[in-house]
């Protein structure tokens, strides 16, 4: 199937910035869509950003202005670059990977693959 890693969560103070990676692998597959999540602390996961097509960015009214997703579609990677953070970014981020996946006598499925996280903290 397919495995997904983030990477580059850390402390920072507030307006500091961070750039999160999110790499997805495995066997055979085509990405529908990916974008990035987050989980603060008594809280509901709520999505941070997304590609909804290949050209097509939606963000959280929250985040818009300060956060930016971008992605290398030959390396399968995720990026989410975090400028002007705030202590209420703080969170565990995960990515998510929508995609149909193959193995050696074809399609073997589709579905929703997520990161196991990654912790950002930002002090005030």
């Not at 990405?31 to 939606?58: C, D, T």
Request: proline share 2%; aromatic share 12%.
């Amino acid at each position: 199937q397919v495995q997904v890693v983030e990477s580059g969560g850390d402390l920072v103070q507030a307006g500091g910035s961070l750039r999160l990676s999110c790499a997805a692998s495995g066997s055979t597959f085509s990405i529908n869509h990916m974008g990035w999540y987050r989980q603060a602390p008594g809280k509901q996961r709520e999505l941070v950003a997304e590609f909804i097509s290949r050209a097509q960015i939606k963000y959280a009214d929250s985040v818009k202005g300060r956060f930016t997703i971008s992605r290398d579609n030959a390396k399968n990677t995720l990026y989410l670059q975090m400028n002007s953070l705030k202590p209420e970014d703080t969170a565990v981020y995960y990515c998510n990977v929508n995609c149909r996946y193959y193995d050696g006598r074809g399609y073997a499925g589709a579905g929703d693959f997520w990161g196991q996280g990654t912790q950002v903290t930002v002090s005030s």
